[in-house]
């Protein structure tokens, strides 16, 4: 039996292998800046939700506050993952950009 080794082949599969784990580490980019971007915008949900008036119709009590904690975490994560600001996607193309290649 003969075996025979083609480096053309080779190259190949270490090239794909090279795209695939570039491709991965670039989509864990733009998710660690998507998590980010929607950090920011909870804590602005927070300091929004200060400003409103806790007395009035309904009682406001702890299962309210968890409530309300975990509703504005998926609306920043979602708002984040459609455009949001726009933050994500700057913060993605400045971390993309090679070091001296401005």
Excluded: W
């Excluded at 602005?44 to 400003?51: C, G, V």
């Amino acid at each position: 039996m003969k075996l025979a080794f083609d480096p053309q082949i080779s190259r190949l599969q270490l090239t794909a292998e090279n795209d695939e784990k570039s491709a991965g580490q670039d989509a864990a980019l733009k998710r660690l800046c998507q998590d980010f971007e929607a950090l920011l915008i909870n804590s602005m949900f927070q300091q929004m939700r200060k400003t409103i008036p806790t007395d009035g119709y309904l009682e406001h009590d702890m299962s309210m506050d968890f409530f309300e904690e975990i509703m504005d975490m998926e609306v920043a994560s979602k708002m984040s993952r459609q455009g949001g600001f726009g933050l994500a996607q700057r913060l993605y193309e400045d971390f993309q950009k090679k070091p001296g290649s401005e």
